[in-house]
């Protein structure tokens, strides 16, 4: 299976507070992970999203679509997670909002691609270390970055024979 990671400049909200202008991503062929911090590092904001695939967006078929841009909403009760880890291993203490909806909005230029996710949660689930035993409030978290144009083609995942087609819809767009 195919992957790609990478950090963007952006900005990450979480309830309209800025967690990151880093935004770390790693795509699988299937799902996506979105952090503020890269591997290993803690306090740690993440967001999972499932199913989200490269090709949800990287398949138009002409540049003025590109332009355009490509837009979808996915709700659902199995759909990804919002995750706030307040420590790493050994203690991992962490809490956990299941997702109900997200977007996600990709527009195209001649020089970047620009991605737009935002999302609820419910409820977090409960933890034993929350002093009452119940969940916190939902949450909103939205995230913006833009990818250059040196490195679409690897952070959609695009074969070598397809490349071709997809650089020239993206020379058609405009800046």
Not at 54 to 61: C, G, Q, T
Not at 94 to 117: C, P
Request: aromatic letters at 12%; charged letters at 25%.
């Amino acid at each position: 299976m195919q992957y790609s990671k990478g950090m963007y400049v952006g900005v990450m909200r979480i309830s309209g507070v800025i967690a990151s202008k880093e935004i770390h991503i790693f795509l699988s062929g299937i799902d996506a992970v979105i952090s503020d911090t890269p591997n290993g590092e803690f306090p740690k904001k993440e967001i999972f999203l499932y199913p989200f695939s490269p090709d949800m967006f990287s398949r138009l078929s002409n540049s003025a679509d590109m332009m355009g841009g490509v837009e979808y909403t996915i709700s659902g009760n199995h759909i990804g997670a919002y995750v706030y880890s307040h420590s790493g291993p050994p203690e991992g203490e962490r809490d956990r909002w299941r997702l109900k909806e997200f977007s996600v909005q990709v527009k195209y230029t001649r020089s970047q691609l620009t991605m737009k996710i935002c999302g609820t949660t419910e409820t977090s689930e409960k933890n034993s270390y929350h002093r009452d035993n119940s969940g916190l409030p939902p949450v909103e978290f939205d995230v913006e970055f833009q990818v250059p144009r040196q490195n679409m083609v690897e952070f959609l995942q695009i074969a070598e024979g397809p490349n071709k087609y997809f650089e020239e819809r993206v020379d058609g767009c405009k800046n």
